[in-house]
């Protein structure tokens, strides 16, 4: 309980005093020294303190400084400055792990563990390994107080559990699951489980990315604003359980799906001046997030008061932070990748499948991307390498590329195209878009486009993804979503266009394992060879999807599908017509007799392999006008699926709402438009 106390103590109002006596309390090999190090002090930190060393059971020790930073400290500043200064700290001490703190006068706080490893004899600092606690006064700093209360501070590898994401990953999906379980549970409007998780799903998504829309101070300047706008509805209309149909739903759908200046109103408990003013003035995200979804969000679902104040309360007591993990930096507590695995975990709970390490999908994506450049371009591989891999590439960039070859480069990686068939909760595709900008950064001479519309370029031309799952896909749009917001401009929060591009025909759910469509196997890779009109049809419809893609289409998702459907089947009827011609090219099946009336041997051998070839082309032309029609019946499939689930609904839902000869006129309706082809 002490540890406890002492950890409230020092996240509410830091201090030495209070760090001593926390480190006192963790380990009686904690040894007190108060050395003054003013020779570390310049225009970034003063205040230098060795505030003492722990000795570790393996006879090692690991220091402890603190320093007070002349600047105001934020989650995204000064951290390379602060790990520079560790790094020259621990080399002039021989020492082997330090815990860092940095503080500014307001008692925000760094807590960070750097520590080396050995390569044989050579010593490397933990420069990807360098994982990082931002507290801030008065907020709930949960994950930190929560790992260094049952932080082991006898040895170095058990330290390193306590800034490690598996660890805080591991307490953090303890809460969520049966949290996300008790909110699907008590879904409101339909005994359908896997619509009620559905609905919670996309509840939590929402949430959890309004999350960062208030920690960027983007709602009302207020980074608590979900909280409050909760508060102020529980303390005039408590028990009402209208929280979800007259408050989150115009936030959601109206709010956050208009342009600024749009008012929003609800008559049945109406908003205070200030709230509706925060409504009418919320950025414009769109994207296809706070869009309702046909088929959950129109089903006149909801969520009672109760459960959505306990999932709060849960949620909103872990700091979110506005930064995404890459190699080189792991923030512990909510950012964007710590909910992909969480995420991860939730879809995959019953298959078994575990959420890819960062450092290993950074590799893969690195690896592939070199591989990729050696048979794209003439660059020396050694240089490729060195590009994609070497830690001080930023030092040596000038010297390591040619204008040309930085061109060459830049020009093929603006064009590649990444698909990830298998896409998870969206590891490979983040990863890849971090590399990618990362590097176009690098080779780029005079660039000056900002990151936020870096990255939307390179989704836009570059990444795609395939998914079976779709609560897969929608936490994939939301990694992609959350990875550029985190670097959008602070000025777009007023703009009138929306800030989120529509991923729709990014990251698409289907099975890239089976390449059929109804039972009808469909070749992709035979339809490299098609007709300039063809051609012409897919160009526009690309510039179509582009379109939609920075919300600047008139046409809905549902309009470029079918355009899909149809280059489907004239793919498809260009085939049979290929096929026909080719077929008329084989001649009569009497040969070309001698004098004598005689066919040679190897003439007989052409005849029978025209013979061959003309049956192979007559299946392949039968099987490719059954196509057009396992795409119909696939349709027809999906369709009914609906069809059903309405007549469902209808049946199950409104009984007290329709009369018996309303309902049947519905359900007759429904099932003629079923039978239409």
């Known amino acids: 309980m002490l540890i406890k106390k002492l950890l409230q103590n020092i996240t509410e109002d830091f201090s030495t005093e209070n760090l001593i006596q926390l480190f006192r309390q963790k380990t009686k090999k904690f040894r007190q020294i108060n050395e003054e190090e003013t020779q570390y002090d310049n225009e970034f930190f003063s205040n230098g303190l060795q505030l003492g060393e722990i000795e570790l059971a393996d006879n090692e020790y690991i220091v402890i400084y603190t320093f007070k930073s002349t600047k105001d400290l934020t989650e995204r500043s000064g951290k390379k400055a602060q790990y520079e200064l560790a790094k020259k700290i621990l080399k002039n001490n021989n020492s082997d792990a330090g815990v860092f703190i940095f503080y500014d006068a307001k008692k925000f706080f760094r807590f960070s563990l750097i520590y080396t490893n050995y390569i044989g004899t050579k010593r490397e ?21 929560l790992q260094i209360e049952k932080a082991d501070f006898s040895l170095l590898n058990t330290i390193q559990k306590a800034f490690s994401i598996e660890a805080v990953t591991d307490d953090f999906y303890k809460e969520f699951k049966p949290n996300f379980d008790k909110l699907s549970e008590n879904i409101e409007g339909t005994t359908n489980n896997q619509l009620k998780q559905d609905f919670a799903l996309l509840f939590i998504i929402r949430t959890i990315f309004l999350g960062f829309v208030q920690k960027k101070l983007w709602l009302n300047n207020d980074e608590e604003f979900i909280q409050n706008y909760w508060h102020e509805y529980k303390e005039m209309y408590n028990n009402t359980n209208l929280f979800y149909n007259e408050w989150i739903r115009p936030l959601f759908f109206e709010s956050l799906n208009n342009p600024p200046g749009k008012k929003v109103f609800n008559r049945s408990t109406p908003f205070s001046e200030r709230t509706s003013l925060a409504l009418q003035m919320a950025p414009y995200l769109n994207g296809e997030l706070f869009k309702e979804k046909i088929g959950i969000d129109d089903q006149n679902l909801s969520i009672p008061d109760l459960i959505i104040e306990q999932f709060y309360n849960f949620l909103f007591s872990y700091n979110f932070t506005i930064e995404e993990n890459t190699l080189y930096d792991q923030e512990l507590e909510l950012n964007p990748e710590f909910l992909g695995i969480i995420f991860e975990r939730l879809v995959n709970k019953e298959d078994g499948a575990v959420y890819t390490p960062r450092t290993e999908v950074d590799f893969m994506c690195r690896i592939s991307l070199v591989k990729w450049l050696q048979k794209t371009s003439s660059i ?41 068939p298998a896409a998870g909760s969206g590891a490979f595709p983040v990863g890849m878009l971090q590399v990618l900008d990362e590097t176009i950064q690098l080779v780029s001479v005079g660039n000056n486009m900002n990151a936020f519309d870096r990255k939307k370029e390179i989704i836009s031309r570059s990444l795609y993804g395939v998914e079976v799952k779709a609560w897969a896909v929608w ?59 063809l051609k012409r049809k897919i160009t526009e419809l690309k510039k179509e999807k582009a379109d939609f893609f920075y919300g600047r289409s008139k046409q809905n998702a549902k309009l470029i599908k079918k355009k899909e459907n149809e280059i489907f089947r004239d793919i498809i009827d260009d085939q049979i017509f290929e096929k026909k011609k080719n077929l008329k090219l084989f001649g009569g099946s009497e040969g070309n007799p001698d004098i004598f009336g005689n066919v040679s041997y190897n003439e007989e051998q052409r005849l029978l392999m025209d013979e061959k070839k003309k049956e192979q082309l007559k299946e392949e032309i039968n099987s490719l006008k059954e196509e057009p ?31 018996i000869s309303q309902k049947e006129i519905i359900v007759e309706a429904l099932t003629k438009f079923g039978e239409i082809d």
């Open 125 to 145: 600092f933990s420069t990807f390994k360098r994982y990082t606690y931002f507290v801030t006064p008065n907020k709930p700093n949960k994950t930190f107080r």
């Open 380 to 420: 020396h591989k050694k240089k490729i390498y060195h590009l994609f891999f070497d830690k001080y590439t930023e030092k040596i960039k000038d010297n390591l590329l040619t204008n040309d070859e930085k061109e060459n480069i830049l020009i093929l990686l603006k064009n590649i195209t990444v698909c990830d």
């Open 475 to 533: 936490i994939n749009q939301l990694r992609l979503w959350l990875s550029l917001f985190i670097d959008m401009p602070e000025e777009f929060n007023k703009s009138f266009e929306p800030l989120l591009p529509n991923l729709e025909f990014k990251i698409r759910r289907g099975d890239s394992l089976v390449q059929k469509i109804g039972d009808k196997s469909f070749p992709i890779g035979s339809h490299a060879n098609l007709s300039s009109q």
């Open 629 to 659: 029609q396992a795409l119909l019946m696939l349709v027809k499939e999906n369709l009914s699926k609906l069809i059903h689930k309405s007549i469902e609904v209808i049946n199950n839902e409104f009984l007290e709402l329709l009369d």
